[in-house]
Nanobody, 127 residues
Framework: QVQLVESGGGLTQPGGSLRLSCAASGFTFSAYAMTWARQVPGKGLEWVSRIYSDGSDTHYDADSVKDRFTISRDNAKNTLYLQMNNLKPEDTALYYC???????????????????WGQGTQVTVSS
């Protein structure tokens, strides 16, 4: 079954850390660029970060996460990661991983460039 399954979310205090994982199955994970995006209820999707298929290139879409979040992947384990440090209340959201369609390189902020999404994992940052 072709799917993405996120995990690692939870409740943490401001300044805390979490590592999100996105387990891929049913397809050749190493052939696809991947992305993390997040959404707060009632607000639009916010792109967080993207990584190329072999991990050689990354991009952070949200200025607010630069220097705090790190995207990575382990193609041997078919898993995408998002290490989140120094978390802030405004990072509270449902975090999704998604697969970039072939031919779009690293992808961009265009929903049409993504063809597979996980169900999301909730991150809540609160004291």
């Amino acid at each position: 079954q072709v799917q993405l399954v996120e995990s690692g979310g939870g409740l943490t205090q401001p300044g805390g850390s979490l590592r999100l994982s996105c387990a891929a199955s049913g397809f050749t994970f190493s052939a696809y660029a991947m992305t993390w995006a997040r959404q707060v209820p009632g607000k639009g999707l916010e792109w967080v970060s993207r990584i190329y298929s072999d991990g050689s290139d990354t991009h952070y879409d949200a200025d607010s996460v630069k220097d705090r979040f790190t995207i990575s992947r382990d193609n041997a384990k078919n898993t995408l990661y998002l290490q989140m440090n120094n978390l802030k209340p405004e990072d509270t959201a449902l975090y999704y991983c998604a697969r970039v369609r072939p031919g779009y390189g690293l992808g961009s902020r265009d929903l049409d460039q993504y063809d597979l999404w996980g169900q999301g994992t909730q991150v809540t940052v609160s004291s």
